[in-house]
């Protein structure tokens, strides 16, 4: 048996008991949690009914290349700057509009490829995307 000293009898105990504050607050949290469902559910509301939505297949996408000597290729064919501007035109009136696949060769002057993206951009196509090799 342990004995307390004399003075330790006489002092009062200032120390809080959490057990109870616990085990309370664990009990508000359950009921929360029951209860929440039945208050969401609780509005009246009348949902209107939907049709299945008709899905839009996406457009295929067109493949634009730039050879070396700054020549453009509309899906494998070769094509004049004229004729890319009416191609390009063309497929931005389509609805989805296609994504086009931009590659240039490595030897092709920058400006080349910013002038094929400004043609492009010029007509309305919004949905360019860079090609480069993995490294």
Same mark, same amino acid.
């Given at each position: ?12 105990? %200032? ?22 469902? /039945? ?13 299945? /939505?008709? %899905? #839009? ?6 493949? +634009?290349?730039?050879?070396? =000597? ?6 494998? =064919? ?9 191609? /390009? ?7 989805? #509009?296609?994504?086009?696949? @931009? *590659? ?9 490829? @910013? =002038? %094929? +993206? *400004? %043609? ?12 480069? =090799?993995?490294?």
């Amino acid at each position: 048996m342990t004995y307390l000293p004399e003075h330790a009898e006489d002092e009062v105990m %200032t120390e809080i008991n959490m057990t109870p504050l616990i085990d309370v607050m664990l009990v508000l949290l359950i009921v929360f949690i029951l209860a929440v469902p /039945a208050i969401q559910s609780a509005i009246p509301l009348t949902l209107p009914r939907a049709s299945a /939505a008709a %899905t #839009q297949q996406p457009a295929e996408p067109v493949r +634009l290349d730039i050879d070396a =000597q700054g020549r453009a290729y509309w899906n494998g =064919q070769a094509v004049a700057d004229d004729a890319l501007k009416a191609l /390009a035109q063309q497929a931005a009136r389509l609805d989805p #509009q296609p994504v086009v696949r @931009l *590659s240039g060769d490595r030897a092709v002057p920058y400006e080349r490829v @910013l =002038q %094929t +993206l *400004s %043609t492009l951009q010029g007509a309305g196509l919004a949905k360019v995307n860079f090609m480069a =090799q993995k490294p």
